[in-house]
């Protein structure tokens, strides 16, 4: 199993940026898609963005895109979520997670994900 940790969240005024961080540490991996979620209350967790491990291929839920940002570097084990132009909708917990099915695809389905992180809160405030 693969354990990520989740950084960077906070208290942000409309229209601000927040980067998000997500760190894995434990089983070596090689490839698997990473992605972000998000969960607000009383909602179902939704998809963010995601991005293949070893390929460049991104994928972004429309109501993000031109304003969110996915990232990694392969060497730190590391994703990150550049949060710009952000609306008080965003405020969510925001997950990483891992595709444990050995597929590199980014895909939005939050059930081929099967490592998921403790999660970070983000508030945009109006």
């Known amino acids: 199993q693969v354990q990520l940790v989740e950084s960077g969240g906070g208290l942000v005024q409309a229209g601000g940026s927040l980067r998000l961080s997500c760190v894995a540490s434990?089983?070596?991996?090689?490839?698997?898609?990473v992605g972000w979620f998000r969960q607000a209350p009383g909602k179902e967790r939704e998809f963010v963005a995601a991005?293949?491990?070893?390929?460049?291929?991104?994928n972004y839920d429309d109501s993000v895109k031109g304003r969110f940002t996915i990232s990694r570097d392969n060497a730190k084990l590391t994703v990150y979520l550049q949060m710009n132009s952000l609306k008080p909708e965003d405020t969510a917990v925001y997950y990483c997670?891992?595709?444990?099915?050995?597929?590199?695809?980014?895909?939005?389905?939050?059930?081929?994900?099967?490592?998921w992180g403790q999660g970070t809160q983000v508030t945009v405030s109006s």
């Open positions: 997670a891992k595709r444990t099915d050995g597929s590199d695809w980014p895909s939005s389905r939050v059930y081929v994900y099967g490592d």
């Open positions: 991005i293949s491990w070893i390929s460049s291929n991104t």
């Open positions: 434990g089983r070596t991996f090689s490839s698997g898609a």
